[in-house]
């Protein structure tokens, strides 16, 4: 199963969500930063001796062996990092994306490994984003959005973008669900973004609120004690069932009806 987080713009908090998703997850799981803009994931976590990630395993790595021909294994691709998470290491620089263009159908399909799932941090999506193969493939996609106007009206925007690659509300096509990064005691906000895209003609389901935590994202990334007890993840836990059960919609099959 590839869960893919992205946003429309801004930067609402997409790579710490996917972080906050994998860290939570129920089953085996990596983190992959495919962000095209030049990875997050490499800068802001440590191995677990405390030293820095290699930049050179990665996707960088996973793009080469894809273009060499060879298997699209994910795992030689992975490394872990402190507090115990697999991640795929994204690019350091936008230039290096450039060079992965032809490949991203093979990457996104290395995104599918029989032994785990996998959570993407796609970053900002942009119409026409080299990584659309990554977003098509998903079993879900999880757009963040900060509770603003102006950032509402760029998420209707990009989901009028979205709604051809990925087939938006037509059988078979992927599942997306817009998560709302908001305050803890702002139980309105979900419901007001849902009505809000729904006046627009875009029916999206809100999965639901993100916290607004600045001290809880930061202790998730220092795997600091005490850090699974903030707003953040606690509202993390609250979003799970909702992005699994997105997810599933599209890995299981549609019942068959019994002939009478
Ligand atoms: N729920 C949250 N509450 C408070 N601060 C947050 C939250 N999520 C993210 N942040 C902060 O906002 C900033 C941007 O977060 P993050 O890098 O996750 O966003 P992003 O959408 O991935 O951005 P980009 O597209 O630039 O990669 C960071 O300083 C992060 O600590
Ligand atoms: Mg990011």
Request: with cysteine; aromatic share 2%.
């Amino acid at each position: 199963m590839l869960v893919a987080v992205a946003s429309a713009k801004g930067s609402p908090g997409a790579t710490a969500l996917a972080v906050l998703l994998a860290s939570l997850w129920p089953r085996e799981v990596a983190l992959a930063d495919v962000d095209p803009a030049g990875g997050d994931v490499a800068l802001r976590y440590r191995s677990p001796e405390g030293t820095p990630l290699l930049e050179d395993r990665g996707l960088l790595s996973l793009g080469a062996a894809v273009r060499r021909g060879a298997d699209v294994a994910l795992a030689p691709h992975l490394q872990p990092v402190a507090g115990g998470l697999d991640v795929l290491v994204g690019v350091s620089a936008p230039e290096q994306v450039a060079g992965l263009g032809p490949v991203w159908g093979s990457v996104a399909a290395a995104l599918h490994p029989a032994d785990r799932d996998v959570v993407a941090d796609c970053g900002r999506v942009l119409p026409g984003a080299a990584l659309m193969p990554v977003l098509a493939g998903a079993d879900a996609v999880v757009l963040v959005v900060q509770a603003d106007v102006t950032a509402l009206a760029h998420l209707r925007e990009r989901l009028a973008t979205l709604a051809e690659p990925l087939r938006l509300g037509e059988p078979g096509g992927v599942p997306l669900g817009v998560v709302v990064r908001a305050g803890e005691r702002d139980p309105r906000a979900a419901a007001d973004v849902e009505a809000l895209l729904a006046s627009g003609g875009a029916g999206v389901p809100v999965l639901g609120v993100i916290a607004e935590d600045a001290r809880g994202v930061r202790a998730l990334e220092t795997a600091r004690p005490g850090a699974g007890r903030t707003s953040f993840v606690r509202s993390g836990r609250s979003l799970l069932p909702g992005v699994l059960a997105l997810a599933e919609r599209r890995t299981t099959p549609a019942p068959v009806l019994a002939r009478r």
